[in-house]
């Protein structure tokens, strides 16, 4: 029997419409996955580790801890609230990692920012509050990310200061080995959050409340530094 023109028609639009349809379907899951690849990497870097304790406070509280729980904090914001910025930590855990190791992640990740966590400490207790570093020098080849990583030092400052209500002593310049041997490469800072030797400040950094305040200050800073490079 043969089949009606009208019948062979309609079958043929259909056809037609149904692969409109998958097509239509992959191109939208074509642009889900392009949304879910990260558009900026940044990599936190939890100062100290494993036998090394960083300072302390005399107290049994140990630098090491407060940086890896900020660096956590990081990126558990990061996925909540930018989830297109990837988050890579040189640690997981409490482990020992040379310095030399730590700046190789934001290579080997092509990142774009590398932020080193730190707490501080300093004969005199009443010193309080974060300081911002950047890598002391005056390298030709270093003078771009230099650029940027003041730039993110000032956001920071900001968000600190403004948003936290918590004490910036500036940005500064020290030859640090973990800038020092990124700076060619990424926009690279050392972030030291505060003083174990200050007792009140100490006590807050060991907080809940100054962990995530501190992480939700940076992981702002990181969003912000991402979008005003991006555009």
């Known amino acids: 029997m043969g089949v009606n023109f009208n019948e062979r028609t309609m079958k043929e639009k259909l056809l037609v419409i149904t692969f409109l349809i998958l097509a239509l379907e992959v191109s939208n899951a074509q642009l889900d996955n392009l949304k879910k690849e990260p558009i900026f990497t940044v990599v936190v870097d939890a100062g100290h580790g494993g036998h090394d304790p960083g300072t302390h ?9 407060i940086n890896l729980y900020v660096a956590k904090f990081i ?47 300093n004969p005199n207790k009443v010193s309080n509050g974060a300081e911002i570093y950047i890598q002391n020098t005056t390298r030709e080849s270093a003078k771009f990310n230099l650029k940027k990583a003041v730039k993110f030092g000032l956001i920071l400052e900001e968000n600190l200061e403004e948003k936290l209500n918590y004490r910036s002593r500036g940005i500064l310049m020290k030859n640090f080995q973990v800038l020092r041997e990124s700076i060619d490469f990424v926009p690279s800072v050392l972030v030291e959050l505060g003083f174990f030797s200050n007792n009140a400040e100490s006590s807050y950094l060991n907080s809940n409340k100054g962990i995530q305040g501190l992480s939700l200050a940076i992981t702002k800073s990181i969003m912000k530094y991402s979008i005003d490079t991006n555009n």
Do not use: Q, W
């Open 75 to 121: 990126r558990y914001y990061m996925k909540k609230y930018a989830p297109e910025i990837k988050v890579v930590l040189t640690r997981e855990e409490d482990v020992f990692l040379p310095l030399g190791r730590r700046p190789l992640y934001a290579k080997i990740s092509d990142a774009n920012l590398f932020v080193s966590l730190h707490c501080n400490h």
């Open 57 to 65: 406070d005399g107290k049994g509280r140990y630098e090491k801890n």
